[in-house]
């Protein structure tokens, strides 16, 4: 007898339900009055996963087969993480039930974007992508296939497998951090990672906490209450230049200009330096501020340079990935070990004279010294001009941050994507390392956005020995070329769980590109009918995160979480480990066997979870698919109690800097502090020719808006803020109609009374927000915490509620050239900066 | 045993979350939220009404203790139950409305058409509905069900449905910010009493009389 | 028939079918046929159920007039009196009957009353006043029920006297029925202190002032109507205009002292409820204050009493300012939400919280401060037709019963 595949299904779901649920999770309603009156009900508990980094569980009650009502979970060992969880989470049965749920494959019929398709079957569907692929591949190369997975930490098994394909596939892939600009450059600069968090867990153990441009307590919702506790238990300081929820519940508010932060840091470390409240002990065995530099270069002096010591350093054999450089001691110039961190004897804050190897001598001063001396300029007086902050209040904060250990800045995403966000972030570093609050409980630079994070080695599923993964920035491909670009370009885009004909379509690019044929091919994989689906050439219905089983990590918490399914597949979805294998064996037979075709579904991707935490190395050691099915499962990390507390080891063990950020190998970022050390001087040539060898602050828009076209400074006034709504995490939500009921409907412009006024615009007005590269509309809100000169859009919103004029036709993929001098994916890389646009408003017509 | 509830507004974040668990635990239609949160002094939410200052206010049935709405309704429909929250009896109720018109929080919500009907302009697949599927009785009294009728009143009910099975609301399991307590007002150690007298505990419309068991704490001054 | 009266009876007839045809679409839809929504959750249905006790109750007063307080020149006007009293107490309880969210629970009320509710009151007085209404009209009936009518006559020995001495009694029941319907229809409104509009202890006798205006008006209407002007009436129709006049004066001044004690005292609540009547609907508020104003003068000046015609359209016009009058206890109430709050932190500013207000559309906003109400065509066609039936049972009474005195 053939089972049908439904049934297969179903029986497959039964199985595995009963045999891989905990009992726990089946609750039947009040014994023996359910037996009698309600069908059997069940409790399953999955995780929520949107990209918001919560990764919050919930508990879905199912009825009938149906999901009928959400709940937290709030099972987390610690009781202050519970219950995590939020309104959009608690309304995700709009997306699963709702009217733009995908229910079956659909092919194109109309023009792009047309949103014509007609009904397919898997097979055609898949036949007909297999066939389309492999004439692009014939055409232009297998790089011409680019996937995207958005960011890995949402998904690694089903995400994985779209990975794992396009590994032996050959093809290209996007990383969704830097596509995302949620790679905050100053982090492989800085510290050789790609970047680094506290758990939220620790917040309230810092006395002093600093948020740069995060609007927590709008963005990281189920986390905000710990914002609030360290608030209680500290003092909560909050730097940005409008007026938002998180401002509201700070001590204290500084409103200082926008992307002027590089300036406060300097400015505060400036005040820090003055009055003798760095940690000097701590800036000489851990970071590279005793480091000699040569005043004639400006390059770092090197050991092998040095006459005294040349053939000390020539004997010690160093990784490639290292240097061997100087600092002074007593007796004089002295080789750094980069491969310990054991404690220097050395000169802090000095210069000298030294004999080099081929005769000549040269001036050189330590790190800390070319700081001082840089800081020069960055006065108390011009710092609070720049920053348009008052001084005494930079001198009070610097003083009261320094005096207060532990201290915690937060650095946010609306702070760094501008074009010089590194900048910023590497004057903001100053704070923590100068104080040494580095690697202790609730101390740090932490950065929250994007659930980027891979918690341990994934390597055994997501990139086979056999594959090959060609890493291409998101923004050449929105340009069209870059270094190391597919020599005939990308010609076939194959994504999932993104939207970027919404999100990542600056100026216009992607639909221009696509409208014009360019783009050859488009293949979505998504649970709704979205801007990106209604532009694809195949669509494919995806399973939601309560239909198939799935790990999780995020940042803000340390846990692994399983997705799992409360129900079944709704209509003809079915999940990504799916796809991809019906995929792979059209593609190249000799490569299904990659992805478990000898088991259904749902138990390969078990089966993919287990062999993870097996192969996963030290963090996921002893963790089990059975710990998991019963809860969260924290994983191991060097510091106390596994938590989560960056450079714990560097500092309490000596471990060199950096510790390793997966998926590459450690010499592939720690390259970027050849000193083992924290590094705020950086010496290569283009470092050096920007004048960027230390942080410094440079003037917003010179290098992008005002450089390509003057005119801009007079046309274009108004800063354009896309920020993060609350209603939404980023598109998805978009079409809840909960979400929008609660929004009254209405995409929002805001502005500031005086904005508004010298434009003749009042509340209400339907207006249109245009630059010379696009142009979008919304309804004006006057926004009395809003700063004169900026106009702030809340960024999410599907295109066919804006009358198909999106706000990122008006944004630029800006490329900053020092973001190119090495390529790590997702760690050194272009990376958008969607804050660097500059707008206008006007009256929409009718 | 008086049941009670206190919100402290310094970790309200004012996200909704709330408002959002009460709809779809209760199964509410379009157009009607029992529970809501506002930005006060502001037409916006989450706008602030002023640079400098804001701050969130979830608002719902106050289950009062000298409650109108019980004292107005002709046939006894709204009634107390032993614990001192107010309910609803949506087989008594003869949708008169005149509880609508007594209560000065304008919390309650009338089922102005068939709520099969107001649901369905929320356009779900095939007959989707959300919410509590089992019908809840307090002594014999049907004080929820997931699909109501036309013509007749509905609004918080402190999650009766919920108490049997000793789970708190579904707006307090839902707020990630932890800003909901539900305890015994009647004790004094308990520990919604405790935060009222430790942490100046107010009510809404004191002036009005109603003594509702719904208090909040203010949100923290800012003594930088 | 004349022809007039074949028109009334049939533009009634057609009235009141197409009431009852509205009001049976409003049960299968609901609700949501009409304007009103949560924040504005009683309209013009209770506002008619206002104006119909109020004419109800004129019609008894003027009975007790004559039997407690000897005034026997308004005698010809006691059985229309009786018989407008029963018709509008009784149009009161089919006007609020569509208001019902679920009218065929109404048994509820009777098997689990909940005492403390003034709706119960004002059930059971109304019905009461129905009754008694009724029985009074009976009573003054009663020795003309001769010939056809003798089935429905009891048996006593002296009809005439028996008639007499038994509404003579009744008299005062009938009063304090009379005052007590609206008195218990203001309580209804003003023990509500969720409404500031409505909670004064004016309301109730502002109601009682207002009743003995418009149902004395009522019955003049109805008298004029049949008897048209004679000498014999003259002086009753006097009597009548004085009546109707001091009983609007009153009402003037005690609806204007309420609201000058709180404009005086300033507290912005109060203003802006205030406002509502007398700024937003100031043409509404003028229509109530001076439409009666002009009929009352009128009906005081005896050139004016002189015609029919004339005396007909003061009182239409008197009627029509209440019925006004009563609609405009609703906006001032309900068309700013209840709740509002002095946020804290904020100078000199009362903010309205915004309510769900049950009317979802894909493009607009659920949440509301503010409701304009103006009632729905479905709305006005029931109201219209309870007006029918009002009239029509009165017209079918005159013509069929024993009400009007016989040419003497």
Partial sequence: MKLERRDFLKLGLAATALSALDLRFLRPVDGARAAASAPLEQVIRSTCSPNCTGACGFMAQVNDGRITTLIQSADYPEAEYNPRGCLRGLSMMNLIYGKDRLKYPLIRTGPRGSGEFRKATWDEALDYTAARLKDIMAKYGSEAVAVTVQVPGTGYVQKGAFVRLAALANWSIHHGYDQNGDLPMFWPMTFGVQTEELESLEWPNARYTMVFGSNIIQTRLPDAKQLIEAKKRGKLVVFDPDFCATSAKADEWVALKPDSDAAMGLGLARVIIDRNLYDAAFLRDFTDMPLLVRRDTGKRLRAGEVKALAAAAAAVKVPEYRDQFVFLNGSGPALLNPEDLGPIDARLDAEATVDLADGTRVEVETVFRALKRWLADYSLERVAELTEVPAEQIQRIAIEAATSKPLHVIYGASNYQWYHGDLKGRALALLPVLTGNIGASGAGISTYAGQYRIRFDLDHWWLPPEGKLNWVPYLYFLQGHGKRYPEKGIKAMFGGWGNPFDQHNMANRLKDRCASGDIELVVTFDFQMTTSCQWSDVVFPAASWYENYDLTATILHPYLQLQQPAIAPLFDSRSALELARDLAKRLDPGIEKYFYPELEPRAAALKVIEDMLAKGGAETRGITLEMLKKGPVRVHSSAPGDRQIPFHEQIHDRVPFPPRSYPPPLKATARFVRSGRIEFYKDEDLFLREGEQLPCRKETFADTEYRVDPTVRDKYKLRFVTKNSLYRVHSTHSNNVWMNELQGHQPKLFLNAQDAAERRLEPGHLVEVYNNRGKTRATLVLDPGCRRGTAIFEQGWWAKYLHNESYNSLTMHWIKPLHEIYFVPGIWSPTSVWNECLVEVRRAEA | ?224 | ?408
Wanted: glycine share 6%; hydrophobic share 45%.
């Fill in chain 2, 1 to 224: 045993m008086r049941r009670g509830m206190v919100i402290d507004l310094e970790k309200c974040i004012g996200c909704r979350s709330c408002a959002v668990a009460c709809k779809q635990h209760n199964a509410q239609p379009a157009g009607n939220w029992w529970n809501r949160v506002v930005t006060p002094g502001s037409d916006q939410h989450q706008t602030a009404p002023e640079k400098g200052r804001e701050y969130f206010l979830p608002i719902h049935c106050q289950h009062c203790q000298n409650a109108p709405c019980e004292k107005v309704c002709p046939v006894g429909a709204t009634f107390r139950a032993d614990d001192g929250t107010i309910l609803v009896d949506y087989e008594r109720c003869i949708g008169c409305r005149y509880c609508m018109a007594a209560c000065p929080y304008g919390v309650r919500q009338f089922n102005w058409e068939d709520p099969e009907q107001a649901m369905s302009r929320y356009h779900y697949q095939d007959g989707y509905a959300f919410g509590n599927p089992r019908e809840y009785r307090y002594q014999g009294r049907l004080v929820y069900a997931p699909v109501r009728t036309k013509g007749i009143v509905e609004k918080c009910h402190f999650c009766v449905h919920y108490l049997d099975q000793g789970l708190d609301p579904a707006c307090v399991r839902g707020c990630p910010g932890k800003a909901r307590t539900v305890g015994d007002l009647d004790d004094p150690d308990s520990v919604v009493s405790r935060l009222i007298r430790d942490k100046n505990g107010f009510q809404l419309l004191p002036e009005k009389g109603t003594r509702p068991n719904v208090y909040y704490l203010p949100p923290k001054r800012k003594e930088a």
């Fill in chain 3, 1 to 408: 028939m004349s022809t007039t009266k074949k028109i009334a009876y049939l533009v009634t007839a057609a009235l009141m079918v197409a009431g009852f045809a509205a009001w049976g679409y409003q049960l299968k839809e609901g609700l949501v046929l009409t304007h009103m929504r949560n924040s504005y959750s009683w309209g013009l249905y209770v506002s008619t159920l206002a104006f119909f006790v109020g004419n109800a109750a004129g019609g008894l007063v003027l009975s007790s007039l004559i039997y407690l307080f000897g005034v026997k020149k308004l005698k010809p006007f006691a059985k229309i009196g009786a018989l407008c009293a029963f018709a509008n107490v009784t149009a009161a309880m089919f006007a609020i009957l569509p208001d019902i969210g679920k009218p065929f629970r109404i048994h509820n009320m009777i098997l689990h009353p909940q005492l403390l509710s003034p709706l119960v009151w004002d059930v059971a007085v109304l019905n009461l006043y129905a009754l008694i209404s009724l029985v009074y009209l009976y009573l003054l009936m009663l020795p003309e029920l001769t010939g056809p009518f003798a089935r429905i006559a009891i048996r006593v020995k002296d009809p005439e006297a028996f008639s007499e001495t038994w509404a003579r009694r009744l008299a005062p029941f009938s009063l304090v029925a009379a005052v007590g319907i609206h008195v218990v229809t203001a309580w209804v409104f003003s023990t509500q202190g969720s409404r500031d509009w409505w909670f004064s202890p004016a309301l109730a006798p502002d109601f009682v002032a207002v009743a003995l205006a418009s149902g004395t008006a009522l019955v003049m209407l109805a008298a004029v109507l049949v008897y048209g002007i004679r000498d014999l009436y003259r002086d009753a129709y006097r009597t009548l205009a004085v009546f109707i006049s001091v009983a609007f004066f009153i009402h003037l001044f005690l609806m204007y002292n309420d609201m000058f004690i709180h404009l005086w005292y300033g507290a912005e609540e109060a203003r802006e409820t205030l406002a509502i009547t007398l700024r937003q609907y100031l043409p509404a508020h003028l229509f109530e204050v001076l439409a009666p104003l002009a009929a009352v003068v009128a009906l005081l000046s005896a050139r004016v009493r002189e015609s029919a015609a004339a005396v007909a359209a003061s009182c239409v016009l008197l009627i029509s300012g209440v019925l006004v009058h009563r609609f405009l206890i609703m906006p001032a109430a309900f068309d700013r939400v209840p709740l509002t709050i002095a946020p804290l932190g904020l100078q000199n500013v009362t903010w309205s919280v915004p309510i769900a207000s049950g009317r979802y559309t894909e493009t607009g906003d659920t949440f509301v401060t503010a409701w304009h109400y103006f009632p729905s065509a479905i709305e006005i066609t029931i109201v219209l037709g309870v007006v029918a039936y009002m009239c029509f049972l009165v017209m079918v009474a005159i013509d069929r019963l024993p009400i009007t005195e016989r040419s003497t």
